[in-house]
T-cell receptor, first 114, second 118 residues
Framework: GNSVTQMEGPVTLSEEAFLTINCTYTATGYPSLFWYVQYPGEGLQLLLKATKADDKGSNKGFEATYRKETTSFHLEKGSVQVSDSAVYFCALSDTDTGRRALTFGSGTRLQVQP | EAQVTQNPRYLITVTGKKLTVTCSQNMNHEYMSWYRQDPGLGLRQIYYSMNVEVTDKGDVPEGYKVSRKEKRNFPLILESPSPNQTSLYFC?????????????????FGPGTRLTVT
């Protein structure tokens, strides 16, 4: 079945540091890939997405590239801010069946210190 | 404003007392789904619905029921809640692309319902 593996957190960085959160996946077919962010006490918000190999999703300074050869979708940001502190979830969407379920990683908590 | 709403946001109940968590979306989405979030496990799908009157089981359906009588609403029903259903629940919705399109639209999530069963 499908699965998503994320690096364990928490990840603690100083403001303006470079961020990488690793995400690898196992899936049949050609899934769509997503990064969602969950701020404290809130629901999940879509951060960025990529629907095919070599696509780069980007939003709010975050980027991730769909790498089919390494089955990866790592999240990066060049300069983090305190306001980026949240839990980040990598997810893939099952496109081979009608279920269209999202398979999530376990989440990575990011803490950015001033 | 386009959104998914859930009610209640917080609920504490006792074992065996039937409850319903409501979910409503105003984006005319065909697809709706329920997830539960547990520490270290990410989110897992409970049930989903491809359209009105079409529902099916996700990964963890035991102990839950759903219905889809209207396009905008997708309530989650716990007939006899147990402590292992203590969790954070999210409703989500999205458009449904053609089956053979080979891609998926993103899902929009509600704010979550924190349920405690004692």
């Amino acid at each position: 079945g499908n699965s998503v593996t994320q690096m364990e957190g928490p990840v603690t960085l100083s403001e303006e540091a470079f961020l990488t959160i690793n995400c690898t996946y196992t899936a049949t077919g050609y899934p769509s890939l997503f990064w969602y962010v969950q701020y404290p006490g809130e629901g999940l918000q879509l951060l960025l997405k990529a629907t095919k190999a070599d696509d780069k999703g980007s939003n709010k300074g975050f980027e991730a590239t769909y790498r089919k050869e390494t089955t990866s979708f790592h999240l990066e940001k060049g300069s983090v801010q305190v306001s980026d502190s949240a839990v980040y979830f990598c997810a893939l969407s099952d496109t081979d069946t009608g279920r269209r379920a999202l398979t999530f990683g376990s989440g990575t908590r990011l803490q950015v210190q001033p | 404003e386009a959104q998914v709403t859930q009610n209640p946001r917080y609920l504490i109940t006792v074992t065996g007392k039937k409850l319903t968590v409501t979910c409503s979306q105003n984006m005319n989405h065909e697809y709706m789904s329920w997830y539960r979030q547990d520490p270290g496990l990410g989110l897992r799908q409970i049930y989903y619905s491809m359209n009105v009157e079409v529902t099916d089981k996700g990964d963890v359906p035991e102990g839950y029921k759903v219905s889809r009588k209207e396009k905008r609403n997708f309530p989650l029903i716990l007939e006899s809640p147990s402590p292992n259903q203590t969790s954070l629940y999210f409703c989500a919705s999205s458009l449904s692309p053609p089956r053979l399109a080979g891609y998926s639209y993103e899902q929009y999530f509600g704010p979550g319902t924190r349920l405690t069963v004692t």
